[in-house]
């Protein structure tokens, strides 16, 4: 028995011709064709069958039929209207989904809450187009998300997945390390999806990490990251300065603090250090009023 009788070019073809529907490259459309790949996807997101889990992007319900089996309730975020009618007549039989018609990058937090309380896990095929700025946003903005299990392009992964000192590694790494590890990864193929992306595909385990930072810290080291990769070749220091418009010696001060070289490039500091350097920022009062909350919190361990 198929994970999902979607899952595969003809059902996806058939299902578009019917409701006489197109692929929209500004939606960032690939329907997923290969049911090989759905279970490996459900394997790697492992639910227990009993949790409330969120999907973005559904399209016509490729992974929904599949989720809708493996869930104690869902609820799938299509941006498309075209797709609402699809995806109704697909969940027909499926009381544990709702559809909610949303921009995922924008769609209110209240409007994901389900019979069993907020998701805990995000599974989803996302729109490539926005798939990096949706993972980060859920994570930061819905506290009950432990896990994304999410297909994104290849070079959003290798950002994820990015460690220091290489060119991956930068603001977003850091962004999204703050709150989650990357714990598990396989590749797709160009030719399981339709149409195929022009782009590398990649599946992502991503799991919360429980850092124990005061969520204003999180917030100002964000900042920092921002700051320090806006110009990645200048030094720590430099960049800072620039960046932020504060003076040199405030720069310094902080630096110094944070103990942390300001001659080293951003690529070069951890997560740790960043959240280290974000400490000592408010300390020193090297941001400008407003930009943080006082922060009563002990440090981190040296980096």
Not at 113 to 122: D, F, I, M, R, S
């Amino acid at each position: 028995m198929p994970y999902s009788a979607l899952a595969n070019p003809g059902a996806t073809a058939k299902v578009l011709a019917e409701h006489g529907l197109f692929t929209r490259k500004s939606l960032g459309q690939h329907f997923l064709v290969d049911d090989n790949v759905v279970g490996k996807i459900l394997a790697l997101a492992a639910l227990s069958g009993d949790e409330p889990v969120l999907e973005v992007g559904p399209g016509i319900g490729t992974l929904t039929v599949a989720l809708c089996r493996s869930v104690g309730t869902l609820v799938a975020v299509e941006r498309d209207e075209r797709l609402l009618p699809v995806l109704a007549e697909a969940m027909a039989g499926c009381e544990r989904v709702r559809i909610v018609r949303g921009d995922a990058v924008r769609v209110p937090i209240d409007m994901l809450e389900t019979p069993l309380g907020p998701p805990v896990a995000l599974v989803a095929n996302l729109p490539y187009a926005v798939a990096a700025t949706v993972v980060l946003r859920f994570f930061e903005e819905l506290p009950s998300l432990r896990t994304a299990v999410v297909m994104v392009q290849s070079e959003v992964a290798d950002r994820m997945f990015a460690i220091p000192g290489t060119k991956q590694y930068g603001a977003y790494t850091v962004k999204l390390r703050l709150h989650a590890e990357p714990t598990g990864r396989f590749s797709v193929s160009r030719t399981c999806f339709l149409p195929p992306p022009r782009v590398d595909s990649a599946v992502v385990r991503l799991d919360r990490v429980g850092s124990g930072y005061p969520d204003e810290l999180k917030v100002t080291a964000a900042h920092l990251a921002d700051a320090a990769f806006a110009q990645r070749r200048k030094t720590l220091r430099n960049s800072l300065t620039s960046a932020l418009g504060a003076d040199p010696e405030s720069v310094d001060r902080t630096l110094s603090a944070a103990r942390i070289d300001g001659g080293r490039r951003a690529e070069t500091l951890s997560v740790e250090e960043f959240v280290q350097l974000a400490l000592q920022a408010t300390r020193c009062r090297l941001l400008a009023n407003g930009t943080t909350a006082e922060l009563n919190a002990s440090p981190p361990p040296d980096p």
